[in-house]
Nanobody, 120 residues
Framework: VQLVESGGDSVQAGGSLRLSCEVS????????MAWFRQVPGKEREMVAR???????RYIGSVEGRFTISWDNNKNSLLLQMDALKDADSATYYC???????????????WGKGTLVTVSS
C-alpha cells in the first residue's frame, strides 16, 4: 500500500484548499482512513476520519469547515478545507489502517505529507 498526498499550498486566511491522497495497492472500500496534521514541536493530531460505509468524524476545530470524502474514480481520499485559519497551517498526512483486505492487518500506513500554509 502506498499513499501519496497532494494539494498543499500557501493561501490567505478565509481561503480554500482541497487535499488529495491517492491510494495504490488496494481499494479504499476495505480500510479506514484519516487525515492528520502536524506542526513542528507538536504531536500529530487527527483532523478527520472516514470509515468504510461512509461515516465521518472531525475534530471540533474543523467541524463545519472541512469535509472528508472518497473519490472512487481516482481511488483517493479527499479533504476539502474551507474558511481556512492561521491555526490550520501544518503538514497534512494521510493515514490508512490495514485490515487484511487492504494492507496488512494491524499495520498503519502513512503518506509523506503535504504542506499547508495559511497567512493573514
Amino acid at each position: 500500500v502506498q499513499l501519496v498526498e497532494s494539494g498543499g499550498d500557501s493561501v490567505q486566511a478565509g481561503g480554500s484548499l482541497r487535499l488529495s491522497c491517492e491510494v495504490s495497492g488496494c481499494t479504499y472500500s476495505r480500510a479506514p482512513m484519516a487525515w492528520f496534521r502536524q506542526v513542528p514541536g507538536k504531536e500529530r493530531e487527527m483532523v478527520a476520519r472516514y470509515e468504510p460505509g461512509g461515516s465521518t468524524r472531525y475534530i471540533g476545530s474543523v467541524e463545519g469547515r472541512f469535509t472528508i470524502s472518497w473519490d472512487n474514480n481516482k481511488n483517493s481520499l479527499l479533504l476539502q478545507m474551507d474558511a481556512l485559519k492561521d491555526a490550520d497551517s501544518a503538514t497534512y498526512y494521510c493515514q490508512l489502517r490495514g485490515t487484511g483486505y487492504c494492507g496488512r492487518h494491524g499495520e498503519t500506513y502513512w503518506g509523506k505529507g503535504t504542506l499547508v500554509t495559511v497567512s493573514s
